[in-house]
């Protein structure tokens, strides 16, 4: 791929000079624009600034779209998809007034307050999970954060240590926690920790009171330092503006290290919270965010999460396309309704796509950076078969 774009680059070039004649020696060579300088990359770089993130989130859309695809494929294989069950286990009252949840005790959304469910009904519906392809189980708690939760830790760590040894990928979102949280977590088998930052810094405040975005960038340095991987994505559809959506990449994409994963939602409106008329994010803008997130962390998994059950067969691929690889499937997605796994394994088998195994970008990793910054699939190598099944 990259070798086809930089024979495309020359023989543009030789284009432009026969018809503008041989540039000179003391005309400038303009510098690579964004795009074009991260449709060279070799690697993550987290020195992206926010005009270069702009300018590609900018891009025409198909330029953009067709541009974040072959970065796709240089770093991922891209008819491996990722398939995610999350599930609540602990709902509603929480004291916290994200303005776009149900869960929120601040808001009438009908929603009845429950205490934490057991761990054998989350082991129960882990299997369940894994007997339907998923290969990541992902846990949510309605809570500001684990303060003084020692029963509940305690709880949760069985929860993880028990769909960890199912072979599955297990993830948390728990609120804010701190290092030690993090790292009993991990010790439990825990992969990855997920916290949002929602949106951009400037907007943040439009959107939650009662924490704030760099108490969010702390938990995120917390879940860091203790090894675990970081998913940490946004909202769509929340009020903001574009330059929000540049914002939110901006963020994640300067990080000291680029998150594992990035989940693009859009906001599923809930009556009775202070966004539940909100117009419907359109969908140009889902597949910009996810084609220019896709540009600037080209190892990322990008995960197509709330509001997918919104987009059409024909809207999900084209996503896939740009660089998403990863989906939430299940009964139901914490509150909300969400796509099930026979619409998703119809839709895998239509298009040629298959679940991505557990921990099959870990091992694409490794192997990536044992051998050389080209990927494995531009090399034409084979992925461990330990790894994947084709
Ligand atoms: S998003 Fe999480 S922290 Fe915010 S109100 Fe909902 S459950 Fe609470």
């Known amino acids: 791929m990259r070798g086809n774009h930089s024979q495309m680059f020359k023989i543009g070039c030789r284009a432009l000079s026969r018809r503008y004649g041989t540039v000179s020696a003391t005309q400038h060579i303009a510098p690579p624009s964004a795009l074009q300088s991260a449709l060279e990359a070799t690697g993550p770089r987290n020195t992206w600034t926010r005009e270069e993130i702009r300018e590609i989130y900018d891009t025409p859309l198909m330029s953009l779209a067709f541009a974040a695809g072959t970065v796709h494929q240089r770093f991922h294989n891209p008819s491996s998809i990722q398939m995610c069950t999350l599930m609540n286990i602990k709902t509603g009252g929480c004291s916290e007034d994200c303005s776009y949840c149900a869960q929120s005790s601040r808001y009438k959304t009908g929603l009845k307050a429950s205490k934490m469910v057991t761990v054998e009904s989350v082991l129960e519906a882990a299997r369940i999970a894994k007997d339907n392809g998923s290969t990541r189980f992902c846990m949510g708690a309605a809570w500001r954060d684990m303060r003084g939760r020692k029963t509940n830790l305690k709880n949760i760590k069985e929860m993880v240590n028990g769909v960890k040894g199912m072979g ?211 090399k034409g190598a084979e992925i461990p078969a330990a790894s994947v099944t084709v």
């Open 168 to 378: 599955m990928e297990v993830c948390v979102t728990l609120g804010m926690i701190d290092l030690e949280q993090a790292k009993e977590l991990k010790e439990a088998g825990l992969t990855a920790y997920n916290h949002n930052v929602d949106t951009s810094r400037e907007f943040y405040p439009s959107v939650i009171s009662t924490r704030t975005y760099d108490e969010r960038l702390q938990t995120i340095q917390n879940v860091r330092d203790a090894g675990l991987n970081v998913c940490t994505g946004g909202i769509l559809g929340l009020g903001e503006k574009k330059n929000d959506h540049v914002g939110l990449i901006h963020t994640v994409a300067t990080l000291p290290a680029h998150p594992e994963s990035f989940p693009v939602n859009t906001l599923v409106p809930i009556k009775g919270t202070p966004l539940g008329d909100n117009e419907p994010s359109p969908f140009d803008a889902t597949l910009r965010t996810i084609a220019a997130a896709r540009m600037v962390m080209p190892r990322t998994i990008i995960r197509l999460a709330a509001g997918r059950t919104t987009l059409s067969e024909e809207q999900q691929v084209l996503c896939f396309m740009a660089g998403a690889n990863a989906v939430f499937t299940g009964e139901k997605m914490l509150t909300t309704d969400c796509n099930g796994w026979d619409e998703d394994r119809v839709i895998f088998e239509k298009w040629g796509l298959r679940p991505m195994q557990s921990f099959e970008v870990e091992a694409l990793r490794e192997l990536v950076s044992s051998s050389s910054p080209v990927s494995p699939v531009e």
